[in-house]
């Protein structure tokens, strides 16, 4: 970076100052970190952490201890593994301990919610969700209205964006018309990083006599909720992002108790009431929790890596891993405007705190060759179709120097045009 820019704030010295005064670094540790690599891509897959090595490995050894005895032995008893870990997650999301259960995938849950929450009758027919939503959110409330006898492009509302970046929650709110049956939106728009209004438009849509619920894969890990309070109906996660859970970790959901003794959509075994579940009887006794909306056998060895690091959660406390995620953030946009400004850069993910998760997305016609150049430059990014750069600095193990280094080395490319020598054309995954 030009040395004119070098006063205090905007030096390497700063930065590492700001990593001095972080009560966080400790976590850094933790993680199994390659020292050539920044990487800043914690919200599509978290890096793994010793912790949740260590209890991959203490289910292993179960598994060879016990064999079928690990299901009620050890110290991670397989059969109430799911409740276990629910319960270390509810503390991430305002919520009562019954109410969170980790299962299945997040497609999967939002089918299995979708299927018990979705009761069209008379007028009510329709779901509300939007056009900027992750697409496999929009193909379940497809395929739920086709189970429905409902035709999707009729059934479907999805509230439109006028930037193509956010939504407008007055614009949310206008669609709560007296057609809508449910409502499915995302908590963190995936592409910006927009934060909704969880507790006004779950107010909203209870005034109308809807129901709600929201998808938390982009938040949860990065943002505090209070799921209780806000009177949220239901929601549904990831764990491989912020959590830190591995790829393919076992999703999660949380059902509010104001709903228990509602039948799970899609019934199976494991809805079942653990004292009930072994009577081996062809009619359901659901689990009189958020346990009901399980479906089968827990993904055991999926759900491992998850004990390690909600343990680590709970000792780091998501009020300081939410401030400091808006220091690094506030850090990286500040640096952004001062070393990349005249480079047609454009940041799109709101600015204000409340409004803004845990990534920064930048704007650029040549995305895809910025971050073909980063890559190659030692630092991860995320590439978002058609021109969109996810910029991830992870409270847990990223570093304010790291965020200093990724704008000096985004600088270094833009001035000496180093991604001119990569293909436009994005990757088989981006």
Not at 71 to 80: A, D, L
Request: proline letters at 4%; charged letters at 25%; one cysteine or more.
């Amino acid at each position: 970076m030009s040395a004119d820019h070098n006063s205090d704030r905007w030096s390497r010295e700063h930065a590492r100052e700001l990593d001095q005064q972080d009560p966080l670094s400790g976590f850094r540790d933790e993680f199994y970190l390659n020292k050539d690599v920044i990487y800043f891509d914690g919200n599509s897959l978290g890096l793994l952490s010793k912790r949740a090595e260590q209890s991959v490995q203490e289910v292993m050894d179960s598994w060879k201890r016990y064999g079928i005895d690990g299901w009620t032995s050890g110290e991670h008893p397989w059969y109430y593994m799911a409740e276990t870990l629910g319960n270390l997650s509810a503390t991430l999301l305002g919520a009562g301990q019954e109410e969170v259960v980790i299962t299945g995938s997040t497609t999967v849950n939002l089918h299995q919610l979708v299927a018990a929450f979705y009761q069209p009758n008379g007028n009510r027919t329709k779901i509300l969700a939007d056009e900027l939503n992750f697409p496999s959110d929009i193909y379940a409330l497809q395929s739920q209205l086709r189970q429905k006898g409902y035709e999707p492009n009729e059934h479907l509302v999805q509230v439109k964006s006028t930037d193509g970046k956010t939504l407008d929650e007055e614009a949310i709110i206008a669609e709560m018309s007296d057609e809508i049956a449910l409502i499915v939106l995302p908590s963190v728009l995936y592409r910006s990083g927009q934060i909704i209004d969880m507790k006004r438009l779950t107010e909203a849509a209870h005034s109308r006599g809807i129901l709600i619920g929201f998808d938390l894969c982009h938040s949860i890990g990065a943002v505090p909720h209070q799921l209780d309070e806000w009177g949220v109906d239901f929601a549904f996660w990831c764990t491989y992002k912020h959590l830190n859970g591995g790829p393919g970790s076992v999703g999660g959901l949380y059902v509010n108790r104001r709903h228990f003794g509602k039948a799970p959509g899609l019934a199976g075994w494991f809805s079942s009431d653990k004292e009930k579940q072994f009577d081996m009887e062809h009619t359901l006794t659901p689990a009189s929790t958020a346990g009901a909306f399980q479906i089968g056998t827990p993904h055991i060895l999926s759900m491992a890596p998850l004990i390690g690091s909600l343990n680590m959660f709970e000792e780091a406390g998501m009020d300081r891993i939410r401030s400091k995620s808006l220091q690094l953030t506030d850090y990286l946009l500040y640096l952004i405007d001062h070393f990349l400004a005249g480079y047609h850069f454009t940041v799109a993910n709101p600015l204000m705190h409340k409004a803004r998760g845990g990534h920064v997305f930048l704007e650029h016609e040549e995305a895809v060759r910025i971050c073909k150049a980063l890559k190659e430059a030692g630092v991860v990014p995320d590439f978002r179709s058609p021109n969109g750069i996810r910029l991830a600095p992870v409270a847990l193990y990223n570093t304010f120097e790291e965020v200093w280094q990724v704008v000096d080395i985004l600088h270094t490319i833009m001035v000496e045009e180093r991604y001119k020598q990569f293909e436009k054309k994005r990757e088989v995954i981006a």
